[in-house]
């Protein structure tokens, strides 16, 4: 039993804001510049080791099947109305009320909750007023098209930035505690 959850928005997006092209695809992503100033990537493996548990929607479920599982055995809640294809073990598939969920389920198990995709996902948590901490990373691409991950959320959410990176493959990362009223 933990206390004090931390729910984390997370995302890699184009520099115009897009997570996946006009196809529904992410092979943009492996676009890569070289910033000399940057930091070099760092081992993920404690980064990952401080994650709690993962939360995904249905397409992005099933495009990390597709591309390759990367979450791990990490508990990972995918938030669905549709029946999906069974995944790995880690895998839980939930839905309805989401402050319940994240009340009943999430915060008594799990301290570092990692809510990773996709756009819709996103919205209803920043809806219900839910995410403490937004991590956008930044590719070195214009993609011109696609899904944008801030997509008509209809709520403001004053940001205070907390660390900026810059790494040596171009990407940058923002990280901006989310504050409440």
């Given at each position: 039993m933990t206390t004090a959850s931390k729910v984390t928005v997370h995302m890699v997006a184009s520099l115009d804001g897009y997570i996946v092209d006009e196809d529904g695809?992410?092979?943009?992503?492996?676009?890569s510049d070289h910033f000399e100033a940057g930091v070099e990537a760092e081992d993920p493996t404690?980064?990952?080791?401080?994650?709690?548990?993962?939360?995904?929607?249905?397409?992005?479920?099933?495009?990390?099947?597709?591309?390759?599982w990367p979450y791990g055995d990490k508990p990972t809640y995918v938030l669905t109305r549709r029946d999906l294809a069974p995944g790995p073990a880690s895998?839980?598939?939930?839905?309805?009320?989401?402050?319940?969920?994240?009340?009943?389920?999430?915060?008594?198990?799990?301290?570092?909750?990692?809510?990773?995709?996709?756009a819709e996902l996103v919205r209803e948590f920043l809806r219900a007023d839910l995410v403490d901490e937004i991590c956008v990373t930044i590719a070195p691409i214009v993609i011109g098209a696609g899904l944008p991950y801030f997509d008509q959320i209809g709520v403001k959410r004053a940001l205070h930035l907390e660390e900026v990176k810059a790494y040596q493959n171009g990407m940058v990362e923002l990280r901006y505690e989310v504050l409440r009223d």
């Open positions: 695809g992410v092979s943009w992503l492996d676009t404690g980064f990952l080791e401080s994650i709690g548990c993962w939360v995904i929607g249905s397409r992005t479920y099933e495009q990390a099947l597709q591309l390759g895998v839980r598939f939930r839905s309805g009320d989401l402050r319940r969920l994240v009340a009943e389920e999430l915060e008594p198990h799990h301290r570092n909750i990692w809510v990773c995709g996709g």
